[in-house]
């Protein structure tokens, strides 16, 4: 097991890193004059400039219930970040688009992340942090399942 020797484990690792990165959006964003942003709607927005605009996916992409996702969307509406709106291929079903406050949000935020991997990469030197982003970037495929004949399993 020599993945394990004198390693914290990945998923440790991996939120500790994307607690810095959030926490560092945040006070970017506040010393821009911004209100403070839940970590579940910074969430909610990554989504959305990913692609991801339908509360349900959201959800299930954050692992939450759809309540959930609903009632952290409905604070940003309520703030004017995000909008709902009819989705143009299925009626029954609403998608979240940010509002033009949102957009401008959007926009510093990107700066933020522009400025956070300008500083990391000076922190870590260029060529490890070219070498992390490359490695975080890769496919990484489905998810592993567990069970009798599967990865991890005990049989």
């Known amino acids: 097991m020599a993945a394990q020797e004198n390693l914290k484990p990945l998923l440790l690792s991996l939120l500790q890193a994307f607690y810095w990165c959030d926490e560092s959006l945040q006070n970017y964003l506040r010393s821009r004059g911004w209100p403070e942003v839940t970590r579940p709607q910074s969430m909610v927005m990554a989504n959305i400039v990913l692609g991801v605009n339908r509360p349900s996916d959201i959800a299930r992409n954050m692992g939450v219930s759809r309540q959930a996702i609903h009632s952290t969307i409905n604070q940003m509406v309520d703030t004017g970040?995000?909008?709902?709106?009819d989705d143009p291929v299925n009626r029954r079903v609403k998608?979240?688009?940010?509002?033009?406050?949102?957009?401008?949000m959007r926009v510093d935020a990107q700066q933020a992340m522009f400025i956070q991997a300008e500083e990391l990469s000076a922190r870590l030197g260029e060529d490890d942090f070219r070498q992390l982003t490359r490695i975080l970037s890769r496919a990484w495929g489905p998810a592993l399942t567990f069970g009798p004949g599967l990865a991890g399993s005990d049989a």
């Open 95 to 104: 998608i979240v688009t940010p509002t033009k406050l949102g957009e401008t």
């Open 81 to 85: 970040i995000v909008a709902l709106a």
